[in-house]
């Protein structure tokens, strides 16, 4: 409504000064042209920044709307707690075995591609929150294949079972559909019992060696 008003509005005053132009001046049409001239852009100005701050408040929308998405974790970088720790590399998986000392670990061998390894997750985490006294070590197959492969690890998700000098417990494959089987393992495992001497670990696997020799080829890369 307000542009048919802005219309007739012109379109009169354009209609009064042509009446008028046998007593106006010559100059005084030039000023008719400026005077609606001037008057035009200033509405378009009007539309146009109104326009651009739309435009503006749009893009603040789809940015604010990017960052939020990027700020969730992948679903294999959520842990349940303080006793479940991502290993990156055969010498944190070392340590981390030494260090428990006699308490229960569970290895879990997984892939970020895996959907099997995915569907069982939730559940895993939140049996680790159930049992805050052992300790639950995740393993990126892809980060950590050599490893791996001296493991025997040739299907995903795989589990190992550790506890101090009884070294390796067991282990085996297993899907969502299955879990029982881990939990039957807690119940065999994670009894109250002192076990002697230092802790086994990986056993006969010398995975020290592989470690050394990972390490070696990154520092001859970096020089």
């Known amino acids: 409504m307000g542009d048919v008003?802005?219309?007739?509005?012109?379109?009169?005053?354009?209609?009064s000064l042509n009446s008028s132009q046998l007593i106006f001046p010559p100059n005084q049409r030039l000023r008719k042209g400026l005077v609606s001239f001037s008057y035009i852009s200033s509405v378009s100005g009007s539309s146009s920044s109104v326009g651009f701050r739309a435009r503006k408040q749009l893009a603040s929308v789809k940015v604010h709307a990017t960052v939020t998405e990027t700020e969730q974790p992948k679903w294999w970088e959520r842990n349940a707690g303080p006793n479940m720790i991502d290993v990156h590399s055969t010498q944190e998986f070392l340590n981390a075995l030494r260090e428990a000392g006699d308490r229960l670990v569970i290895v879990e061998f997984y892939g970020t591609w895996c959907a099997s390894c995915r569907a069982l997750f939730p559940k895993l985490c939140r049996t680790a929150g159930e049992h805050p006294d052992i300790l639950f070590l995740k393993v990126n197959f892809d980060e950590n294949k050599p490893m791996c492969k001296n493991l025997n690890v040739k299907?995903?998700?795989?589990f190992h079972f550790y506890r101090g000098a009884d070294g390796q417990l067991e282990s085996f494959s297993c899907s969502l559909a299955k879990f029982q089987k881990i939990k039957d393992a807690i119940v065999l495992h994670n009894t109250a019992r002192c076990s002697i001497g230092p802790p086994r670990g990986v056993g006969d696997l010398n995975l020290g060696s592989l470690s050394a020799a990972k390490e070696k080829q990154a520092e001859s890369t970096a020089t």
Do not use: Q
């Open 5 to 15: 008003f802005c219309s007739s509005f012109v379109t009169s005053f354009s209609s």
């Open 155 to 158: 299907v995903l998700p795989y």
